[in-house]
Structure formats: structure tokens, C-alpha cells
């Protein structure tokens, strides 16, 4: 089963807004990644961390490395309708080794 | 440059049957990963190939997965006696090797009736 947590589980975002979700985990992970899922594709990587405390931007995303090792989370700044899909957090222990998955936030437009 | 691909996109089968999934990385990665993705999920690990061999297959939920990467490129999962909650996405995903960054493929929907 999942062993992250991420919120909120499903969001409405209104263009120009500013967004944030995060991910949190009952055990240490080494290595943090962001990625963005759409209907009928594979995840896409956004952000990558690798150190604790880092914080790193892409464009209109920023994602943080909790300095505990058990918590990251993402901001998506001035929010536009294709920023639409489903968020994923992953962790990773080891260089190479098999990312867990968080369940997903689901950023859907207000209507 | 081509990214990871996988086919068949869909796969529809009956209760029983065995299904090859098929998986081609990208060239030159040598780490391949194959995570299952259940409706509403996130996608759970399977098993990971560094080259041709198996590094970690922990995520196999039962002697009916099984995978194979014989030259250390394309990769294969072979499901046997398909069962109704086989029935998922199967991802596929490629890394230059001892690296997190994983690029994942568009997947296969596997339909079991």
C-alpha cells in the first residue's frame, strides 16, 4: 500500500490563483520527486529534490525538500486551465532504486 | 529523441488467459522499472532491472508476475492465469541508471473480464 500521504486529495484552482499541495511520509526518503499525470499518459517528471532543505523551481513550479527527510511539497504559482491533472509526490530511499507513490491531488477547474 | 514506449496500449483478455506487456526504453538506460497503476491510484512498484537483471523484484505481488530484460533493453511482464484484479494500467519506466529521475512511458491498460 501507499506509504505517502498527500493533500489535499482534490483541489479547484481559478486561473491566476496560487496552489499548493504536499506529501508526507512515516519513514525518511532520500530523494523527493513531483510529477504531473494526465488521462491516458504516463507521469511526467516536474521537480526533482535531492537534498534536504533544497528548494527548487520550474517555471511557475516550486517544490521543497523537508529538512526532516519526511515531507515535501508543491506550489504552483499564477495557476493557468492546463495546470489541470493529477499531481503525484514520489520518494525514493537509494540512488536507482524504486520510487514510492503518494495517492495523488487531482487539480480540477472551478466551474 | 524517443521516449520510453510500451505496447499494446490495451490489452483486453479473459479470466485465465496469459499476457505479454512489452517495454522499450530509453536507449542507453540501463535501469528499467515496471509499476502497476490501479484506478484512482498511484502507481506501485513491480520490479527494476539494472541490465539484465532482476535488482529488485519485492513489488511482484504473486508467482504469476513475472518479467524478463534479456538484453538488457526491451523488457517484458508476463502475467499467467490472468485474474478481474490483474485489471490495471502497467507502467513502464527508464533511468540512465543509478539515478532517481525515472521516465515513465504512456502505459498499457489491461482489461481482464
New interface residues.
Given amino acids: 500500500g ?1 506509504q ?1 500521504n498527500q493533500s489535499p486529495q482534490s483541489m479547484f484552482i481559478q486561473e491566476g490563483e496560487d496552489v499548493s499541495m504536499n506529501c508526507t511520509s512515516s519513514s525518511i526518503f532520500n ?1 523527493w ?1 513531483w ?1 504531473k499525470q494526465e488521462p ?6 516536474l521537480i ?1 529534490l ?1 537534498k534536504a532543505g533544497e528548494l527548487t523551481s520550474n517555471g511557475r513550479l516550486t517544490a521543497q525538500f523537508g529538512i526532516t527527510r519526511k515531507d515535501s511539497f508543491l506550489n504552483i504559482s499564477a495557476s493557468i486551465p492546463s495546470d489541470v491533472g493529477i499531481y ?1 509526490c ?1 520518494g ?1 530511499k537509494a ?10 491531488t487531482r487539480v480540477l477547474v472551478k466551474p | 529523441g524517443a521516449g520510453v514506449s510500451q505496447t499494446p496500449s490495451n490489452k483486453v483478455t479473459e479470466k485465465g488467459k496469459y499476457v505479454e506487456l512489452r517495454c522499450d526504453p530509453i536507449s542507453g538506460h540501463t535501469a528499467l522499472y515496471w509499476y502497476r497503476q490501479s484506478l484512482g491510484q498511484g502507481p506501485e512498484f513491480l520490479i527494476y532491472f539494472q541490465g539484465t537483471g532482476a535488482a529488485d523484484d519485492s513489488g511482484l505481488p504473486n508467482d504469476r508476475f513475472f518479467a524478463v530484460r534479456p538484453e538488457g533493453s526491451v523488457s517484458t511482464l508476463k502475467i499467467q492465469r490472468t485474474e478481474r484484479g490483474d485489471s490495471a494500467v502497467y507502467l513502464c519506466a527508464s533511468s540512465p541508471g543509478g539515478q532517481e529521475t525515472q521516465y515513465f512511458g504512456p502505459g498499457t491498460r489491461l482489461l481482464v473480464l
Fill in positions: 501507499q505517502l530523494t520527486l510529477y491516458g499518459e504516463g507521469p511526467v517528471l526533482a535531492y503525484f514520489a525514493s540512488a536507482g532504486n524504486k520510487l514510492t507513490f503518494g495517492g495523488g
